[in-house]
């Protein structure tokens, strides 16, 4: 199997990474050149891959093509390549749907979607993918876990999930600059947090991921616990978080609708 990827940025570099120590079975990576400080890295770490300057002759040596460009550039670029009936097409672009997918890599018929995370690089991406695929399904199971979107309204649905990585890091990043702010020093405020992220997932396991149950039993009646969250429940914290997630969704709607 030959993998073809057109954009090495993160979310390329991560898939590469993570496939390269899971020891799927790849014949060949073929990567663009750009960005040329992550493709120059990643041939350092492996034999297996091969670096090019034109994106045609990645499509050409590939089986297996991967689009990792940002949308306004896969639109152009993807135009001016030829590719032929039985490639696979694999692309990370959240705004271009299957039906417009499958015109601008015309005559290809296997176009699958999806969204692996930077996660990737430690096998640990939950990866969305639409419609389903066996062969691209066990690929990134290699590198975390998937799930099968049932539609294309529903793939929409789980990519607004993938918006919450930058949010979830600011919250944690809240915390931290509270600790440093109150003169504890880095190396201790990493230790803490590092623990109590993995720690509350761990909590959350215990919980079967049941929600409810761990907001309450997190809570100590008329304890720290249950005074933050009344505040912020107060301060329509949660609510603004909700009706944001409905409008990365409408804008990712709006998007495929095009
Ligand atoms: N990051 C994520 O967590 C994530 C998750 C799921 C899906 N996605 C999607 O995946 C796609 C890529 O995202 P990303 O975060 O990896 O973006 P990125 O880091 O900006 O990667 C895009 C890459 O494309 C390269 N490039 C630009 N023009 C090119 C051309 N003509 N030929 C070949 N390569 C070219 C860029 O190189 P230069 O630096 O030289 O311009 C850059 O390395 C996007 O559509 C994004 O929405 C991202």
Known sequence: MKLGFLGTGT???AVIEGLIKSKARVEQFNISKRSVKNSSV???????IKVHNKNQEI??????IFISLLPKVAKKEIKKLQFKKDKIIVSFVSTLDIKSLKKICYPVKTIIKAAPLPMAIDGLSPTIIYPNHKFIRNL???????????????????WVMSSFMA????IIQIMK??????????EDANKYINTFLTGMLFELNNKKFILKNSIKSLQTKG?????????????????KLENNLNKIF???KKANDK
Do not use: M, P
């Open 223 to 239: 304890g720290i616990n249950e005074e933050l969250l009344k505040r912020l429940i107060k301060d329509k914290f949660f609510k």
């Open 167 to 170: 949010t979830y890091v600011s």
């Open 177 to 186: 600059k509270y600790l440093l702010k109150n003169k504890v020093r880095n």
């Open 42 to 48: 990643l041939k350092k770490k492996s034999k297996k």
């Open 11 to 13: 979310i390329a570099t």
């Open 250 to 252: 409408l804008r990712l």
């Open 140 to 158: 990134f199971e290699k590198i975390g876990t998937v799930v099968v979107a049932k539609n294309e309204n529903q793939n929409n649905h789980f």
């Open 59 to 64: 499509v050409d040596k590939s089986s297996i």
